[in-house]
């Protein structure tokens, strides 16, 4: 009997255990995807930026996307060269938080749709079929980055993409900032490419691609709580992680040097109810400190439009 008492509260327990589990799961699939700082703090940059006009040859660049700001940035030799808005993967598509790498640049691109519960619900495509460049069903437009595993950078529908969760766990970005992107990429790494090929591809349908030899670095990150330049960027929490809370910016703003010992969680929650749909809360660190994290700040849209772009431009040789 009391072996068979033993085995029955067993039974009992395992669905306890079973939870635990997956809540301890899933605990460690958010710090891990939430962990990593944009790199755009000042944790990462020591407090400001460095810019840089593209150098022609110099291939040491890097790509990095904060996901709830909808900023991707192009670094050359650890500076910004430019950055530029995007649009992002819907909920149930997520894009993914971690590191990929871009192994190709492609313009005119085919679309082999993925074997997916989207593609396989649809009645216009059939997974594994070959959509051409001039095929309307073709939702990629005149360029991609494949960055593996089926992801992609390519061309935005519009400027209703930008700030927005659009995709199937795709980045999209405006066509002209994708062809700037994709140019900057060539010269950087001196792609045996000539301007009449590349100007010919945008004028045409005709595939051309240039392999990316070593890959380029894509460094994704879901960072709501980002200061930069000495001031406090506050995003909504697109994907309903659970990032905006009074503990998590706390923690942000004590680790990145901001004395916080006279705010408490109820002034921390006020602030952060303010990020919300596509508008950010935006403060500088010397008013919180003083006190004015409310009354000192701004509620401003996430995506600036052409307000905060890097305007690069490539130096001659």
């Known amino acids: 009997m009391q072996k068979s008492h033993?085995?029955?509260?067993?039974?009992?327990?395992?669905?306890?255990?079973?939870?635990?589990?997956?809540?301890?799961?899933?605990?460690?699939?958010?710090?891990?995807?939430?962990?990593?700082?944009?790199?755009?703090?000042?944790?990462?940059?020591?407090?400001?930026?460095?810019?840089?006009?593209?150098?022609?040859?110099e291939g040491d660049i890097k790509i990095t996307v904060n996901v709830p700001a909808f900023q991707l940035t192009l670094w050359q030799n650890g500076k910004e060269v430019k950055t530029y808005f995007v649009g992002v993967g819907m909920k149930d598509y997520p894009i993914y938080i971690g590191e990929l790498v871009a192994s190709e640049v492609i313009w005119n691109p085919n679309w082999i749709p993925p074997d997916s519960?989207?593609?396989?619900?649809?009645?216009?495509?059939?997974?594994?079929?070959?959509?051409?460049?001039?095929?309307?069903?073709?939702?990629?437009?005149?360029?991609?980055?494949?960055?593996?595993?089926?992801?992609?950078?390519?061309?935005?529908?519009?400027?209703?993409?930008?700030?927005?969760?659009?995709?199937?766990?795709?980045?999209?970005?405006?066509?002209?900032?994708?062809?700037?992107?994709?140019?900057?990429?060539?010269?950087?790494?001196?792609?045996?490419?000539?301007?009449?090929?590349?100007?010919?591809?945008?004028?045409?349908s005709k595939t051309l691609s240039a392999k990316l030899d070593p890959t380029i670095p894509v460094e994704i990150t879901y960072d709501t709580h980002v200061v930069e330049a000495?001031?406090?960027?506050?995003?909504?929490?697109?994907?309903?992680?659970?990032?905006?809370?009074?503990k998590n910016l706390r923690q942000e703003l004590v680790t990145s040097g901001v004395d916080v010992s006279r705010i408490t969680d109820l002034d921390l929650e006020r602030i952060l109810s303010r990020a919300v749909g596509k508008k950010q809360f935006v403060v500088s660190v010397q008013n919180i400190e003083a006190g004015r994290e409310t009354s000192g700040g701004q509620i401003l849209p996430v995506v600036l439009r052409g307000a905060t772009e890097q305007r690069g431009v490539v130096k001659k040789p």
């Open 6 to 57: 033993f085995f029955i509260a067993l039974i009992a327990l395992l669905p306890i255990f079973y939870l635990s589990s997956l809540t301890t799961s899933a605990q460690t699939y958010l710090e891990r995807i939430t962990k990593p700082q944009s790199a755009r703090s000042d944790k990462v940059t020591g407090g400001s930026i460095a810019k840089t006009a593209l150098v022609p040859g």
């Open 230 to 246: 000495g001031r406090l960027h506050i995003y909504p929490d697109i994907y309903d992680y659970e990032t905006n809370n009074a």
């Open 117 to 204: 519960d989207w593609v396989n619900g649809s009645q216009r495509v059939t997974a594994g079929e070959v959509i051409l460049p001039t095929d309307p069903r073709n939702p990629l437009g005149k360029l991609k980055i494949p960055l593996g595993s089926g992801y992609l950078i390519h061309q935005a529908k519009g400027m209703g993409d930008l700030g927005s969760l659009v995709s199937h766990g795709c980045i999209r970005v405006l066509k002209t900032d994708l062809y700037d992107l994709a140019e900057k990429i060539a010269a950087a790494r001196a792609l045996p490419l000539t301007k009449i090929q590349i100007e010919n591809a945008k004028l045409t």
